[in-house]
């Protein structure tokens, strides 16, 4: 699990498709999905810190946030059977699975405010998915198995654990605020090796 | 020592005086300094982890590392006595005392090879001093008390830990190549509250 330089290179490669670039949804996630695609190909870089699972619910690690809140890279760790409750994002989201699998189901408001289950899509081991405002933002997301952990990489055009969003109670469409904070106090050193910024002259 | 967000707030800060601008190293200085000299103005805000001295060398805590290597932000902790060898830096560097007081000595080279001590400064908490090719780039530092710790924060026009340097025996001015890393294998999570990146729309 040592190979974190692909992690270094994903946050690279992401910061380089959004800085200097507009902040347009498409786009980015255009760029940063086969960026995403390529680091979850591998199972062999993310630090066992960051891949621990609650004993009741859901953890979500921050691996990276880009200080402009342009972007931000979370482990999402999945214990036996967990879920989340069905919320929305208010940026653009990817979601990889990197180890297990999972399912996301979709939700739509109907006329009368409830919430409908929309499609359900099951997400193996490599697999990305997108959320965003305009592709459509209310899911739930579950781990596949009752038997052991999964493990997803998500990354937002924001720093997702400071949005304001929401949580909904599905029967009647009801919100609730939510702001998801993180699970970690601390988050990987990337930056070791790699990069130095030095000019030659 | 819970006020994280001074340092969150300054990274914020140390980014946007360098997004999308030339890399003028005058303009660089002149904008962060006044930002490092507000942050080590208060001394209740580094996490414990990140002011832990080594028994028998200084430490050097990476707090933050801009993705394209524009910028690194670094706890160096001196324990009593503690200095670090003769050295160059290859990138600005801005150095500020958070706690203690330090010693700083610059080297310039004599027409024989041999590198000649010019001015030593004692920095005292809150004091700011710069380092880099243009300015002078070879010092030590020290620890101005043997019998206690000082810590400075230090900022760099680069990544610091990855920047391809040098060590000097100032006797014959030979040098020795000096890649630093960094003590920590975590930086400290600053984003579990603040910016978002949330558009209203
Ligand atoms: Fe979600
Ligand atoms: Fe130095
Ligand atoms: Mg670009």
Redesign the interface.
């Known amino acids: 699990m040592s190979n974190l330089y692909r992690l270094r290179d994903f946050?690279?490669a992401a910061?380089?498709a959004i800085?200097?670039e507009p902040?347009d949804e498409a786009a980015q996630l255009a760029r940063i999905r086969p960026l995403l695609a390529e680091l979850i190909a591998q199972d062999d870089w993310l630090?066992p810190?960051y891949a621990i699972p609650g004993p009741d619910y859901y953890r979500q690690y921050?691996l990276?946030?880009?200080?402009?809140?342009?972007?931000?890279v979370v482990s999402f760790v999945w214990g036996p059977g967990q879920r989340t409750p069905v919320h929305d994002h208010?940026?653009w989201g990817l979601v990889g699975v990197l180890r297990g699998a999972e399912i996301s189901t979709s939700y739509f408001a109907s006329p009368g405010g409830a919430l409908i289950a929309g499609a359900t899509e099951r997400l193996e081991r490599g697999d990305v998915t997108a959320v965003s405002p305009r592709l459509g933002d209310i899911h739930t997301v579950a781990n596949a198995y009752d038997d052991r952990t999964s493990i997803s990489i998500h990354v937002y055009?924001?720093?997702i654990?400071?949005?304001?969003r929401a949580v909904f109670d599905p029967a009647t469409g009801a919100q609730k605020p939510f702001i998801s904070?993180?699970s970690?106090?601390?988050?990987?050193?990337?930056?070791?090796?790699?990069?130095?910024?030095?000019?030659s002259s």
């Open positions: 946050v690279v910061t380089r800085d200097g902040p630090p810190d921050l990276h946030a880009d200080p402009l809140a342009r972007l931000s208010r940026v055009g924001g720093n654990g400071a949005v304001a904070g993180y970690n106090t601390a988050v990987p050193n990337l930056w070791s090796h790699g990069e130095t910024g030095r000019r």
